[in-house]
């Protein structure tokens, strides 16, 4: 069955910078786009960016463009997220989740790993 | 503030019907598909419901969805205490080329 696994957060200084990964298993990871989201505490869900199958496309909401970068490794079946200049703010559950398709959105989610930006 | 906009809590007792809604704009629901996740807390979100109507397989037809223009709605009939979920609804939006969410409704089992 369809897995995703996020690892890497943990309790970070402000400042500082952090790379999330997420591995996958029970589908092909390169014929797929995937999307990165996050829940801060007593928060909803807040979209943070797309990449599609091949790389080529990326996608970022405007709220983190620029200090957050996502990027796979096909061959390794993992996806990544790379956070710089972290903020008080970025305290969160962050999400990697498996696109359903073309046009499509969201169909499989990990179960999140915790960001905690703290000094 | 949300780009969705979802009524903060909905409320039932076993065996009732409970209904959602979600209220975008062109960009967004008018526009393009509308999925609804269920989240507990501490697990993974789960789809219930894709292309507006769509059921994954192993999601009870208990739960439906609907849209109509730049609204969509989920409804759960038959509520079980196991329904006691946050639900969001979620689209793409064209004009800030991102998926926007809502802001999550909180059910609660009387």
């Known amino acids: 069955q369809v897995q995703l696994v996020e690892s890497g957060g943990g309790v970070v200084q402000p400042g500082r910078s952090l790379r999330l990964s997420c591995a996958v298993s029970?589908?092909?990871?390169?014929?797929?786009?995937m999307h990165w989201v996050r829940q801060a505490p007593g928060k909803g869900m807040e979209w943070l960016a797309f990449?599609?199958?091949?790389?080529?496309?990326?996608l970022s909401a405007d709220s983190v463009r620029g200090r957050f970068t996502v990027s796979r490794d096909n061959r390794k079946d993992t996806l990544y997220l790379e956070i710089n200049s972290l903020r008080p703010e970025d305290t969160a559950v962050y999400y990697c989740?498996?696109?359903?398709?073309?046009?499509?959105?969201?169909?499989?989610w990990g179960q999140g790993t915790l960001v905690t930006v703290s000094s | 503030q949300s780009v969705l906009t979802q009524p903060p809590s909905a409320s039932g007792t076993p065996g009732q019907r409970v209904t959602i809604s979600c209220s975008g704009s062109?960009?967004?629901?008018?526009?393009?598909?509308v999925y609804w996740y269920q989240h507990l807390p501490g697990m993974a979100p789960k789809l219930l419901i894709y292309?507006?109507?769509l059921r994954p397989s192993g999601v009870p037809d208990r739960f439906s969805g609907s849209k109509s223009g730049t609204s969509a709605s989920l409804a759960i009939s038959g509520l079980r205490t196991e329904d006691e979920a946050d639900y969001y609804c979620?689209?793409?939006?064209?004009?800030?080329?991102?998926?926007?969410f809502g802001g999550g409704t909180k059910v609660t089992v009387l």
């Open positions: 989740a498996k696109d359903r398709g073309w046009m499509e959105l969201i169909d499989y």
């Open positions: 029970g589908f092909t990871l390169s014929s797929f786009g």
């Open positions: 990449i599609s199958y091949d790389g080529k496309k990326k």
């Open positions: 062109s960009s967004n629901i008018g526009s393009n598909y």
């Open positions: 292309r507006q109507t």
């Open positions: 979620a689209a793409w939006d064209d004009s800030l080329s991102s998926v926007v």
